[in-house]
């Protein structure tokens, strides 16, 4: 089945450590996105991309980092210099329909914890 | 792209209609309204989007007023896996438009 693979579902991380997050996509999409979540709170978009070998920053992306190397691969690193890692993050992938609407497929999250 | 205003929970009993609101009095004319849910833990789910004409699909229909100044989402036949945080967005229908404002939502919650 196409989709959006995030990987590990769980993920903890020590003090000063960086941890990278998986996110694959099987649906040739060009478009890949990052996107933050607090308890309780809405979605905030770290970091996009919507071609191969470019991304640009979204509203919250210090102390994260990205690559795109591969159309079906962009995977976010958390740096020890995001201070305050723990959230559930949500990797998302998007198709330009007809008449430039633009839906997003989400994968199934990683909760990120700081041990 | 317009922000959008929704009440922060509702209830429906299960086997009736939802109708879910949303105001976003902002919006302009080449922007969608997009309608996405979230179940607890899980990535959101695309249910629908509506650019002026009502639409509708497997899942639910959508009613825009004519003004474009707000919308309903309606679920017919709410079932508990309905329960939910529902998301309303307005956003361009241009490509590079790329960041969609999901606020906090309306958590709907189906009760037997």
């Known amino acids: 089945d196409g989709g959006i693979t995030q990987s590990p579902k769980y993920l903890f991380r020590k003090e000063g450590q960086n941890v990278t997050l998986s996110c694959e996509q099987n649906?040739?999409?060009?478009?890949m996105y990052w996107y933050r979540q607090d308890p309780g709170q809405g979605l905030r978009l770290i970091y996009y991309s919507q071609i191969v070998n470019d991304f640009q920053k979204g509203d919250i992306a210090e102390g994260y980092s990205v690559s795109r190397e591969k159309k079906e691969s962009f995977p976010l690193t958390v740096t020890s210099a995001q201070k305050n890692p723990t959230a559930f993050y949500l990797c998302a992938s998007s198709i330009v329909g007809s008449r430039g609407r633009e839906k997003l497929f989400f994968g199934s999250g990683t909760q990120l914890s700081v041990l | 792209d317009a922000k959008t205003t929704q009440p922060p929970s509702m209830d429906c009993a299960e086997g009736r209609a939802a109708n879910l609101p949303c105001n976003h009095s902002?919006?302009?004319?080449?922007?969608?309204v997009y309608w996405y849910r979230q179940i607890h833990s899980q990535g959101p789910q695309y249910i629908i989007h509506g650019l002026k004409n009502n639409e509708t699909n497997e899942m639910a229909s959508l009613i825009i007023t004519e003004d474009r100044k707000s919308s309903t989402l309606i679920l017919p036949h709410a079932t508990l896996r309905d329960t939910a945080v529902y998301y309303c967005i307005v956003r361009g229908g241009q490509t590079g438009a790329n960041n969609l404002f999901f606020g906090t939502g309306t958590r709907l919650t189906v009760i037997p």
């Open positions: 649906l040739n999409h060009d478009a």
């Open positions: 902002t919006i302009s004319g080449n922007e969608y």
